[in-house]
Nanobody
Framework: QVQLVESGGGLVQAGGSLRLSCAAS????????MGWFRQAQGKEREFVAS????????YYGASVKGRFTASRDSAKNTVSLQMNSLKPDDTAVYYC?????????????????WGKGTLVTVSS
């Protein structure tokens, strides 16, 4: 059974940091493009970051660029999202996802595996 399990969410004050992790199991994800998305209450799901199979190509959404850093450890089947300078607008459920039909991120619709999400709450 393929699973993506996010962890590391919680409550943090504005300006603080959190590190999210995503543990993949059920298959090897070393050749999959991975992504992070988020969904705030009452809003559509938003692209946060993507990382290619090798980790060499990383892209960020405009609202998080310069503050968030995505990385992966293929040997451990994990991906991480380091979030710095957090703002109240970053409050959302954060989802890890994978596209195992491509080594590079294509789009949200191409992601075929999703975690259940972890809640990040940033207080002002």
């Amino acid at each position: 059974q393929v699973q993506l399990v996010e962890s590391g969410g919680g409550l943090v004050q504005a300006g603080g940091s959190l590190r999210l992790s995503c543990a993949a199991s059920g298959r090897t994800f070393s050749s999959c493009a991975m992504g992070w998305f988020r969904q705030a209450q009452g809003k559509e799901r938003e692209f946060v970051a993507s990382i290619s199979w090798s980790g060499a190509s990383v892209y960020y959404g405009a609202s998080v660029k310069g503050r968030f850093t995505a990385s992966r450890d293929s040997a451990k089947n994990t991906v991480s999202l380091q979030m710095n300078s957090l703002k109240p607008d970053d409050t959302a459920v954060y989802y890890c996802s994978a596209d195992c039909n491509s080594r590079w991120y294509r789009n949200e619709a191409s992601m075929d595996y999703w975690g259940k999400g972890t809640l990040v709450t940033v207080s002002s």
